[in-house]
């Protein structure tokens, strides 16, 4: 199946995830104009009135970049809707997505059809975010355009699938619209998720550690500092398994090597204090971070993923072993 038109113009196959707290539009605006899709929660503008302001400005500047680079436009962006019944925004901030006739919209914890039906009524697409096969069917049948396969080292909410196991599963069956997220940070796992089947891969953390990046200077430079052994895979602050930094919990007070379980019952996207502390004071993080080695521009991070993604094809070329499989071709 044809990528739907939207999605074809996306010069690097990579879509920049939503972030918590983290992603606002300097960040959205840097990401589309480097080439990949950028995309932020619309939860994240608040008060709620901020978000049509938001959406006004992305519109608006990658319009005009646009106009004044014709041979390099930008890639389009997403935002991504919480289909959580916490989320007592909703209906409004699905409103304000189809004024402005958001091209991409990104859905989480929750499958509706009339949610797809919405987006699809302004004629935008629909990706959303799954952690198992089983969600990934219910998802489709209900009307998403695509999926985005959230595999095991992912950060924030993540599953415990392999990708390799997971993109093979919904592969079977889905044709469609396929990103895979999970501990993808260089460009060669860029090119891995490409192999392995889907059509782009998400990447959130790497883009945490960049000057654009809505996150303290301590996070970000928390994340330079780590690696895969400083992540912990825990329930607690959500109430759903995701990935967080270890020195993030260690600094709110808590042994991050024994942390109790807690359950969906207790997740809240209502916008209280007590939602947004999981995410400013616990820092998500996943797995892919060691290969993040300073905070950058965006722009820099997006060209480094394209250079390492030119050079793995370069050695798959030069392996003798691949000579017979066509790989010449590349």
Known sequence: MALPPVLQRVPLPIIGAPMFIISHPRLVIEQCQAGIVGSMP?????????????????????????????ATPAAPFAINQIVHKSNDRLDQDMAVCARHKVPIVITSLGARTDVFDAVHGWGGVVLHDIINNTFAHKAVDKGADGLIAVAAGAGGHAGVKSPFALVQEIREWFSGPLALSGAIATGESVLAALAAGADFAYIGSAFIATTEARASEAYKQCIVDSNSDDIVYSSLFTGVHGN???PSIRNAGLDPDHLPESDPSKMDFGGGEGSKKAWKDIWGCGQGIGAVKAVVPVAERVAQLRAEMSAACRRLVAMRSLAGLGCADL
């Open 42 to 70: 619309a939860l994240n503008a608040r008060p709620a009135s901020q978000l049509d302001e938001w959406l006004a400005e992305i519109t608006e500047t990658l319009a005009a970049w646009d106009r004044d680079h014709p």
């Open 244 to 246: 967080y930094l270890k």
